[in-house]
C-alpha cells in the first residue's frame, strides 16, 4: 500500500518526486498544510532517492494527512474500497448483458482467487432471480464450480442466506418449481435457508411442493420429514406415524446438523423409553467419536429446546451442556447465540435472575442467521420481559409491548396466551 500512498501524494502535490529539490518543497507544502515538519530525508527515503529504512507510522499518518485522510490506517481501507469498485461495475455490467457464460467463467475466477467469491455469486442470483431469468438460473445452479461439495459450509450458509431473504419479498410460482426442481438449489437455499418465520408461509409452501414430488434424494427427503414434523409440533397437531416414518434412524454418516435435527425431532415424538436411551446413547457415540462437531450436534436439539422446554429432550440434551462448544467458523457464532439464550430459560428456571439477565445482556443476536433471528427475537423479548417482572424493572409495559410486537411476526398455532405463562412450569 505504500506505493499507492506515493502515487497519492504525487497526485496531491501535482508534481512527480524524482530529486532532492522536489523532496524539500514537498516537505514545505506539507509544513504549510499541516503546521508538522517532516524530514525532506525521510521523503528521499520514501521515494527511493535514498538508502530505504522502514518509515514510522507517525510519518505515514502525517503523509495520509496530507492527501485527506484522517491516517494511514484510514488511507489503506478507502483505497481498497476505491479499488474494488472496478470489480462490481464489472459484475453488474456483465449481469446487465445477459452474457451467461462470461459471468460464470468471472465468478470463477474470482473463486480461485478467494476474492469476494460468495458475496458475488449471491448477487448474482439475486439479480437473476429479480429479472426472472430461469435459463441463466438452472444453468447457475448446475455448474460444477458452484456445486454444494464444492464450497466451504461457510461460503454455503452466506449464500444460502442472500439468496433466500430475497424470497421473502419475491413471488413467481413458476420459477420458484423449477428451482426446487434443481437438487444444487435444495441444497444451496432450501436446506441452508430454512426460514422458521414462515414455516406455515412461503417456505411452507415450499415444503408441501417437495413433499408431493418423486425422485428427490434421499437426504432431501429426510429433510422434509423432519420439517414437516417440526410443523405439525409447532402447529399443536398430533404427529401420525405415517409421517414419522419418513424421518430415519441416527446414522453415523448424516450431516451432523441434520443428525441433530433427527435426534431431536424423535426424542419429542417417542413415547418409548428404550428408544429414547437407544438416541441418547447414539448421541453419545457420536459425540465420542466426533468431539469437534458437538457445536453442530446440538445445534438443532437445543434450539428445539428453547422450542419445547419441559420434555424429556430438555432433561436428556443437560448431559451434553458440559461439554464446550467450539467456535472456529463463522457460523458457529450463531451456533454459540442460541446456546446462550438455552442457558438464559435454564436460570431463569433455576430463578438465578441476575445471572440469566447479565447472559441475556450479553448475547449478541446480529450473529444469529437470519433464518432463525424472528423466532429467536421473539424469545429473547419474552426472556426479557420475564426477567423485568422478577427483578421488578420499570420498563415492563415498554417490554410487553415490544413482546407483542415480536409475536405479531412468528405465527405459530402454538404461540397462544396459555404457551407463554406457562413455559417456566414444570
Not at 491516517?71 to 489503506?76: A, D, G, K, P, T
Not at 440469566?356 to 421473539?378: M, R
Request: glycine fraction near 4%; proline fraction near 2%; charged fraction near 25%.
Amino acid at each position: 500500500m505504500i506505493d499507492e500512498l506515493k502515487s497519492e501524494i504525487e497526485k496531491t502535490f501535482n508534481k512527480k518526486i524524482i530529486n532532492r529539490g522536489d523532496c524539500e518543497d514537498l516537505a514545505q507544502a506539507i509544513y504549510e498544510q499541516n503546521g508538522i515538519m517532516l524530514s525532506y530525508n525521510t521523503l528521499r527515503r520514501l521515494f527511493g532517492l535514498a538508502e530505504n529504512r522502514k518509515i514510522r507510522e507517525s510519518s505515514l499518518d502525517l503523509l495520509a494527512r496530507y492527501c485527506g485522510y484522517q491516517s494511514y490506517e484510514m488511507f489503506c481501507r478507502r483505497f481498497a474500497e476505491k479499488d474494488s469498485l472496478p470489480t462490481w461495475e464489472h459484475l453488474f455490467m456483465l449481469i446487465s448483458q445477459g452474457n451467461t457464460p462470461l459471468l460464470i467463467k468471472f465468478l470463477i475466477t474470482k473463486k480461485k482467487q478467494r476474492d469476494n467469491f460468495t458475496i458475488s455469486l449471491a448477487i448474482c442470483l439475486r439479480e437473476l432471480i429479480r429479472k426472472r431469468d430461469l435459463k441463466s438460473l438452472i444453468t447457475f445452479f448446475q455448474e460444477p464450480a458452484f456445486q454444494f461439495s464444492n464450497l466451504t459450509y461457510d461460503d454455503v450458509l452466506q449464500i444460502g442466506v442472500i439468496v433466500g431473504v430475497g424470497f421473502r419479498e419475491f413471488s413467481d410460482d413458476e420459477l420458484e418449481s423449477n428451482l426446487l426442481l434443481e437438487p444444487n438449489f435444495r441444497n444451496l437455499v432450501v436446506k441452508i435457508f430454512v426460514d422458521y418465520g414462515r414455516l406455515f408461509g412461503k417456505y411452507g409452501k415450499w415444503i408441501d411442493f417437495l413433499s408431493k414430488q418423486k425422485n428427490i434424494d434421499v437426504e432431501t427427503v429426510t429433510f422434509i420429514a423432519c420439517i414437516k414434523t417440526w410443523q405439525l409440533l409447532l402447529a399443536n397437531e398430533q404427529v401420525e406415524s405415517a409421517t414419522l416414518e419418513h424421518v430415519p434412524n441416527l446414522a453415523i454418516n448424516q450431516h451432523p446438523i441434520l443428525f441433530g435435527r433427527i435426534f431431536g425431532i424423535k426424542m419429542l415424538t417417542t413415547n418409548s423409553t428404550i428408544e429414547r436411551r437407544k438416541l441418547i446413547n447414539s448421541m453419545r457415540i457420536r459425540i465420542k467419536k466426533e468431539p469437534h462437531l458437538i457445536t453442530e450436534l446440538l445445534y438443532e436439539p437445543r434450539f428445539q429446546c428453547i422450542v419445547f422446554p419441559n420434555t424429556i429432550l430438555s432433561e436428556s440434551i443437560e448431559e451434553f451442556e458440559e461439554l464446550k462448544s467450539t467456535i472456529k467458523l463463522k457460523y458457529h457464532f450463531s451456533h454459540a447465540a442460541i446456546y446462550q439464550l438455552l442457558q438464559v430459560s435454564l436460570l431463569i428456571k433455576k430463578k438465578q435472575y441476575l445471572k440469566a439477565n447479565n447472559q441475556l445482556l450479553n448475547i449478541d443476536q446480529f450473529t444469529i442467521t437470519h433464518s432463525y433471528q424472528e423466532i429467536i427475537e421473539v424469545y429473547s423479548s419474552f426472556f426479557q420481559l420475564v426477567l423485568a417482572k422478577k427483578l421488578e424493572q420499570k420498563n415492563v409495559k415498554k417490554l410487553e409491548i415490544q413482546f407483542n410486537e415480536k409475536r405479531q411476526i412468528v405465527t405459530y398455532p402454538l404461540f397462544t396466551d396459555a404457551y407463554f405463562e406457562n413455559y417456566f412450569d414444570e
